[in-house]
Structures are given as structure tokens and as C-alpha cells.
């Protein structure tokens, strides 16, 4: 299934995604009758992401029955598409691909890296424009990535059990201030700042719609690709990631217990 969210006067609204049209999940469990009398209580579940993600796998099952009554459909065109989630936090790996690391073969980290992105401010949806401020940088980047989102809360996360906790897969242009991120010491080796290199306005957009696990057979196979102005700059597969997406569950969980909502960005 995806997921997304939009706008309508105003009010952010979920919605079920198929093809080229979208279901209004509130207007359509109204209009189900007697399935909206029978999970009244649950309602509250599609209020907004955050609560159809605490919701667990009984707020997806439901969906599925919205679906299938094929009402209050509209079409995507008609209306402008939000960021699918707020996360509370986005958690980072960095130098992720084999031949991201071969282009820098001064990097020798044997464990992801980690940084943070903050997402009141970075968050940005799909067609909104990322803001470019010369006074923070004279060289923007782009990253496109698989972003994991958490959907059940776990601490020291064994990678075997690691699909267990995660609600679906977006993806994040982890836009990047080369210039601060990078920057060379007199001898000719390279420091690293994450906090201003990846950290600013719009710098975390994010969708446009969130999948669920079950229509993704494997995870490790999904293509890459990022076009500037029509022009092909990113072409990639999660399978030449460094550091899977079990792993990276498993590492970020060593450090902090991951929460429904949360996102981890793959690097």
C-alpha cells in the first residue's frame, strides 16, 4: 500500500494511493456505513501518519477494507501532495555505497556514520522548493536515498528481527552544503562537518508517499536515480549499499530506542 498526505483547505489529510488517483481515508471510512459504526473508536487511527503508525499492523488492515470500497476518489492532480510524515527525529548514515567510497578512499569508517537531520525545519514536501541561501552555502548537493520508517519501537534491534519494527520505505534528498560539510586542513587531509554540512532550511525533503513493507519484495534491489533539470546526475542500487537496511535498524538501536515515526535516512 502507499500512503500519503495532502492538503485540502488548509487540513492535512491521509490518503491511499493508486495509480494516478487518491482515496481520502476519513471521507471513505464515512462513507463505508456500517464498517465506520463498527471501528468508530479507531477513528482517531487516520487523525493523521503519526497516529496510523502507532496504530500498528490493525491500522493498515483497515485500510485495506477502505480501499476496497472504492469511494471518495480523487485525482492526484488535483491536489498538492505534503510530506507523508513529520518525523520526531531523521537519523543518518553517510558513505553508505561502494562507489561513494571509492570516490573517497580517505574514508575508513568500519561502522555507519551518524549524524542527524532536524525536521522541523528540514522537512519539505514533494514539489516545494528547496531554498538555496548563499550565505549558508556556495555549493548545494543533492543526495537521493531509501529512508526506513520506524513503525514499532525497539532498543538493541537484532538485524533478524529488524522488518519487524519498521512501518515502510520513503525516500529523502539529503541535500548537503558541500562546502561545510568538507573542508581541507593545511596538510592537505579533509575535515568533517556534519552539524552545518547537512543541517538547514529545507534541507530533508522527503516522499512523496510512504510503502508499505509487503510491496516491496526485497529491500537491497530498489533503483536510485536523481535528475536535475531533466538531466540524469544519480543512478544507483540499494544493492551496492555498504551497510543494509536490517544493519542500519540494528546499528542506530545500539544507541537510542527508536520510536514509531522516526526515520532513518540509509546514506
Known amino acids: 500500500m502507499r500512503l500519503a498526505r495532502y492538503d485540502r483547505a488548509g487540513e492535512d489529510r ?29 477513528r482517531a487511527w487516520f487523525a493523521d501518519m503519526t497516529s496510523l503508525i502507532a496504530a500498528g499492523p490493525a491500522g493498515v488492515e483497515y485500510l485495506q477494507t477502505v480501499a476496497d470500497a472504492n469511494v471518495a476518489r480523487m485525482a492526484q492532480a488535483d491536489v498538492k501532495l505534503l510530506a507523508p510524515l ?5 537519523l543518518c548514515s553517510g558513505e553508505n555505497y561502494w562507489d561513494h567510497r571509492e570516490e573517497k578512499p580517505e574514508v575508513t569508517a568500519k561502522e ?35 529512508a526506513i520508517v520506524i513503525g514499532k519501537a525497539g ?29 581541507m586542513r593545511p596538510d592537505g587531509s579533509c575535515q568533517y562537518a556534519l552539524g552545518p554540512g547537512k543541517n538547514f532550511d529545507t534541507c530533508a ?31 544507483n542500487s540499494t544493492a551496492k549499499m555498504i551497510w543494509g537496511v536490517a544493519e542500519l535498524v540494528h546499528f542506530f538501536s545500539t544507541f537510542l530506542t527508536l520510536q514509531p515515526g522516526w526515520v532513518i535516512s540509509t546514506g
Do not use: C
Open 155 to 183: 532498543r538493541h534491534i537484532a538485524e533478524d528481527k529488524a522488518a519487524e519494527h519498521i512501518f515502510g520505505f520513503t525516500i529523502m534528498n539529503d541535500v548537503t552544503a558541500r562546502d561545510r560539510q568538507v573542508k
Open 86 to 90: 513529520d518525523p520526531g527525529i531523521i
Open 14 to 42: 491521509l490518503a491511499i494511493v493508486e495509480g494516478d488517483e487518491l482515496i481520502d481515508i476519513l471521507d471513505a471510512v464515512d462513507a463505508t456505513g456500517g464498517y465506520y459504526s463498527e471501528m468508530a473508536e479507531k
Open 205 to 235: 525533503p522527503l516522499g512523496p508517499v510512504i510503502v508499505t513493507p509487503d510491496e516491496i519484495s526485497d529491500p537491497q534491489n530498489l533503483a536510485l536515480s536523481t535528475l536535475v533539470n531533466g538531466e540524469l546526475r544519480q543512478n
Open 112 to 146: 555507519p556514520e551518524f549524524f542527524i537531520k532536524i525536521p522541523a525545519t528540514g522537512v519539505i514536501g514533494p514539489g516545494d522548493d528547496i531554498v538555496w541561501d548563499t550565505k549558508v552555502t556556495q555549493k548545494l548537493d543533492y543526495e537521493t536515498e531509501l
